[in-house]
């Protein structure tokens, strides 16, 4: 099975400092995509931030960037100047052929 | 961004009874949708992925005639739980691939089902 792997299920953060969220994943194709998704208490999911695997740069939506290794098949979440509003479920996801597949989600609490 | 809505929110039925949830795509034509479940403090698992026009694909253990998907237009999908059972009970989201975007899927709201 192709899997996506988030070794961390719970995290803690202090409000305005850096915390970096790990992913995994298996695919054997060579055209994919990756994204974090956001869960808040409401339940809805929410798109953090999106990579293209064909993509070198690793992607930035302001406060949030990842890194991206292809080869070790790796794609974490940095979440700088972190915000009590970061509080929420964590999910990595990888996207190929009509297939999403989530990982097992992180816990993410920013204490003030 | 594209938005897609799920329809009821939460639904609380009987054993034995049979329950709908509707999945719509607000501003765009969702060729493909997909539907998750989700148990508490858990992951989203795929149930099924749904075609507009076709016949949906529905992932390994999960029963097709008990979970009955309809994508009968561009906008809409139907989820039908059948003859539920408090097991049913869950959290149901569904989600939407515009076909002219860049592969992102844009999620509902997500529909909670207590079967008592």
């Known amino acids: 099975a192709q899997t996506v792997t988030q070794s961390q299920p719970e995290m803690s953060v202090q409000e305005a400092e850096t915390v970096t969220l790990s992913c995994t994943y298996d695919t054997s194709e060579s055209n994919y995509y990756l994204f974090w998704y956001k869960q808040p208490p409401s339940r809805q999911m929410i798109l953090v931030i999106r990579?293209?695997?064909?993509?070198?740069q690793n992607a930035t939506e302001n406060r949030f960037s990842v890194n991206f290794q292809k080869a070790a098949k790796s794609f974490s979440l940095k979440i700088s100047d972190s915000q009590l509003g970061d509080t929420a479920m964590y999910f990595c996801a990888r996207y190929n052929n009509n297939d999403m597949r989530f990982g097992a989600g992180t816990r993410l609490t920013v204490k003030p | 961004g594209a938005v897609v809505s799920q329809h009821p929110s939460w639904v609380i039925c009987k054993s034995g009874t049979s329950v709908k949830i509707e999945c719509r795509s607000l501003?765009?034509?969702?060729?493909?949708m997909f539907w998750y479940r989700q148990f508490p403090k858990q992951s989203l698992m795929l149930m099924a992925t749904?075609?507009?026009?076709?016949?949906?694909?529905?992932e390994q253990g999960v029963e097709k005639d008990k979970f009955l998907i309809n994508h009968a237009s561009l906008t809409l999908s139907t989820l039908t739980v059948t003859s539920a059972h408090p097991e049913d009970s869950s959290f149901y989201i569904c989600?939407?691939?515009?076909?002219?975007?860049?592969?992102?899927?844009?999620f509902g709201p997500g529909t909670r089902l207590t079967v008592t």
């Open positions: 990579q293209e695997a064909y993509k070198q």
């Open positions: 749904s075609n507009e026009g076709s016949k949906a694909t529905y």
């Open positions: 501003d765009f034509q969702a060729t493909t």
């Open positions: 989600s939407a691939r515009d076909p002219s975007g860049d592969y992102e899927q844009y």
